[in-house]
């Protein structure tokens, strides 16, 4: 099993910034890929960023140029950067790990962005 605890969230006005950060413990050795989805109200579950283990990430297109993931193969984590948030950005905000061949996931933060 890997646990994942995820920090990070808030509420901040359009084009402000927050960090997301999500820590992997337990069996977290031979990890894959790591990133982040999110589920904003009323819609479906949507990847936002993931990073793979040659750190090689890919993004949404929305996102792209304004989020920032990085990742600490040591430390098993992975950090969100969020610039130039949108009102559209709002949603829960899911921490992803793929540790063959489990895929887990955290208890989610939630992102707010006002207008």
């Known amino acids: 099993q890997v646990q994942l605890v995820e920090s990070g969230g808030g509420l901040v006005q359009a084009g402000g910034s927050l960090r997301l950060s999500c820590a992997a413990s337990?069996?977290?050795?031979?990890?894959?890929?790591m990133g982040w989805y999110r589920r904003a109200p009323g819609k479906q579950r949507e990847l936002v960023a993931i990073?793979?283990?040659?750190?090689?990430?890919t993004y949404a297109n929305s996102v792209k140029g304004r989020f920032t993931i990085s990742r600490d193969t040591a430390k098993n984590t992975v950090l969100l950067q969020l610039n130039s948030l949108k009102p559209d950005d709002t949603g829960v905000y899911y921490c992803?790990?793929?540790?063959?061949?489990?895929?887990?996931w955290g208890q989610g933060t939630q992102v707010t962005v006002s207008s």
């Open positions: 337990g069996s977290a050795s031979s990890i894959n890929a």
């Open positions: 992803y790990v793929f540790r063959p061949p489990n895929t887990y």
């Open positions: 990073i793979n283990s040659n750190s090689s990430p």
